[in-house]
């Protein structure tokens, strides 16, 4: 990773009241580069972009975007730097109450004093980049998921981030629509010269598209390299999770009891 | 030691409740501190006042309606015992414009729109369309909260009035159109008996409190609510039963402060 960073993550502790979510992460995402963070569910991939977005505050260490450190910014500082970053939620997040044209042009009207005109083809632009030219005046409920997600990415690419976060963004779609979304997540990344960092963990469709790989695992960093590197990887938990096998380092049984006691088959000494 | 864990439980709740009431009152200090937007882009306020105040037009007039015309048939029957039938006009006005109008139009104004309200705002925050704005460097409470509370407080006392119409609508149709009052004497007592600055403008104050109140508890309920599906339902019913209990608390409060010695 040569290029300048972008965003920088040093050392963040994180934690729910006593209970730790994030243990001393450092990682970096050069410019113009496309980076996933892997794991399973709740292993803390969500709450790091949280940390970048400045919707939470780590307990110790810092995260710093375009120089600065997030969590010393005051509230227009934040609002100022939110403005050059773009996110795309899990399930889209559109404004339901709003059309197609009014989600992407909703920051356009909020954050400049561009003519109504401008805006339009601006919204135009931004629709048929990600294919979806001729949906503007349909409502969110009219959408199907993919097409959803497709217009929240409009939305968050409408001021032309620095920056654009994808939290899950092939959760919950079909397989075209998946591929769809992820080479639109590489082109579009290529195109704004922006950098992008995903959450995800679905496997296969981000190691075609991304430059290189965080993965966590119970709030650590446990492996890290491009897409070969993970998936010639000796970790044990990251070939299970690659490959998705069924039994490895996170077993398929819950841990609890002896459920042969539990059924009364084996005695407490263990005797069948 | 099920006492110590039941003291335990009461305490958690009691300052549970007074978290809750400060974050409450927080909530509503900001909402007024972001208020320039609603003014500045006055359009946002006014889809609002849409939703809340016109939207709840229907309900509004036909419990009017209904309340004048019970007022109309209950107040002749006990009038006509003391021979008072003509003051029938001043009954029902006074009334609703004390009473009735501002109280029962908050009540189904809190049941109508302000379940109407959390309800919006709760599944906003569960599906995630509160954090994109806040992410978009867009300050929700200036652009989602602050219009609704406007528009809220906007409409309350015009509903009211109308509420309080309607019924002296529906008192005539009974005591003068179907009774046989005297028409003249019903509207002339009622003239002189309604004073502008003691019960219009009391009534009037009222139903502005209600408003606020209605609308804080609405917004805040559904800002705070819980992302799912049981949180948005708890915090509905909590709008209702906490704004139904806080206009009537209010309206002993601002009663007695009113018409004491009257």
């Known amino acids: 990773m040569l290029s300048e960073a972008l965003v920088e993550i040093r050392d963040v502790n994180f934690a729910y009241d006593s209970r730790p979510i994030l243990k001393g992460i450092n990682m970096s995402f050069p410019k113009g580069r496309l980076i996933a963070i892997m794991g399973l569910s709740g292993c803390g991939k969500t709450t790091l972009l949280r940390h970048i977005g400045g919707v939470l505050k780590p307990t110790k260490g810092y995260v710093k975007v375009d120089g600065q ?12 730097m939110r403005r050059k970053m773009g996110m795309l939620f899990q399930f889209g997040a559109l404004f339901t109450d709003m059309t197609v044209f009014d989600n992407v042009a909703f920051q356009m009207r909020e954050h400049t004093d561009l003519p109504e005109e ?15 030219y001729g949906t503007q005046n349909l409502m969110p409920a009219e959408l199907s998921g993919g097409m959803a997600r497709r217009v929240a990415l409009a939305r968050t ?20 629509s998946l591929t769809v979304v992820g080479q639109l997540i590489r082109r579009l990344n290529d195109a704004l010269g922006a950098t992008s960092i995903v959450v995800t963990h679905d496997v296969q ?46 077993p398929f049984h819950y841990p609890a009891g002896d459920f042969n006691l539990d059924l009364g088959v084996k005695d407490q000494r263990g005797a069948a | 030691m099920p006492i110590a864990r039941g003291l335990r439980g009461i305490g958690a709740r009691v300052v549970n409740g007074v978290w809750r009431i400060g974050f409450g009152a927080r909530f509503f200090m900001m909402t007024l501190f972001y208020s320039g937007m609603s003014f500045r882009r006055f359009r946002l306020t006014v889809r609002e006042l849409f939703f809340t105040g016109v939207m709840s037009l229907i309900i509004i007039l036909v419990a009017g309606l209904f309340v004048g015309i019970v007022l109309g048939m209950q107040g002749y029957e006990t009038l006509k015992r003391y021979g008072s039938e003509s003051a029938l006009g001043t ?15 908050a009540l189904l104004f809190a049941s109508r729109a302000g379940s109407a309200m959390t309800a919006e705002i709760g599944l906003m925050k569960a599906t995630e369309q509160i954090s ?131």
Request: aromatic letters at 10%; glycine letters at 10%; zero cysteines.
């Open chain 1, 69 to 80: 450190v997030i969590h010393e910014l005051d509230q227009d500082g934040l609002y100022r």
């Open chain 1, 118 to 132: 401008i805006i339009r083809d601006l919204v135009m632009m931004k629709l048929h980049a990600v294919g979806l």
């Open chain 1, 157 to 176: 690419i409408a001021l032309d981030p620095m920056l654009i976060m994808y939290d899950e963004p092939f959760a919950g779609l079909d397989p075209i």
């Open chain 1, 205 to 250: 469709e981000s190691l075609k598209i991304v430059d290189y790989i965080y993965f966590v695992s119970d709030g650590a960093i446990i492996a890290e390299g491009t897409a070969d590197d993970i998936r010639a990887s000796g970790e044990a938990f990251v070939h299970q999770f690659v490959y998705g096998e069924m039994d490895g380092p996170i």
């Open chain 2, 91 to 105: 009954l029902v006005a006074l009334s609703l414009v004390r009473e009735l109008g501002p109280v029962l139009a």
């Open chain 2, 132 to 262: 994109a704005m806040e992410m978009m460097a867009v300050n929700p409470i200036a652009r989602v909260v602050a219009p609704r509370f406007w528009a809220g407080v906007i409409s309350m006392p015009l509903l009211a009035a109308m509420f309080s119409a309607m019924g002296v609508f529906g008192g005539y149709m009974v005591g003068v159109v179907m009774i046989g009052v005297d028409e003249g004497s019903f509207w002339s007592q009622m003239q002189s008996a309604v004073d502008f600055q003691h019960d219009i403008l009391n009534g009037v104050i009222k139903s502005l409190v209600f408003g606020v109140a209605v609308t804080v508890i609405s917004l805040f309920e559904g800002y705070d609510a819980p992302p799912t599906a049981e949180g948005v339902s708890g915090a509905t019913t909590r709008t209702v039963v906490q704004s139904s209990l806080a206009i009537l608390l209010l309206d002993v409060i601002l009663t007695a402060f009113m018409f004491r010695g009257d």
